[in-house]
């Protein structure tokens, strides 16, 4: 792997951390437990590595 793709590979797991994040923080300040909060966080995670692997894989 070239110097980019870790760097870009890096920034997509950043990104999909941040949305993790948000979406427990979210979920947790509306009221739900906070093991729902980090199973939802953890979802929305899995989600955006997801769509960014299948994006690179079919964009490749």
Avoid: D, E, K, N
Wanted: proline share 2%; hydrophobic share 55%.
């Amino acid at each position: 792997m070239s110097t980019l793709q870790v760097l870009m590979l890096l920034l997509a797991l950043s990104v999909a951390l941040h949305i993790g994040c948000v979406a427990t923080f979210t979920a947790w300040r509306a009221g739900t437990r906070p093991a729902t909060a980090l199973l939802i966080g953890g979802s929305a995670t899995g989600t955006a590595c997801a769509l960014y692997l299948t994006a690179v894989s079919a964009y490749h």
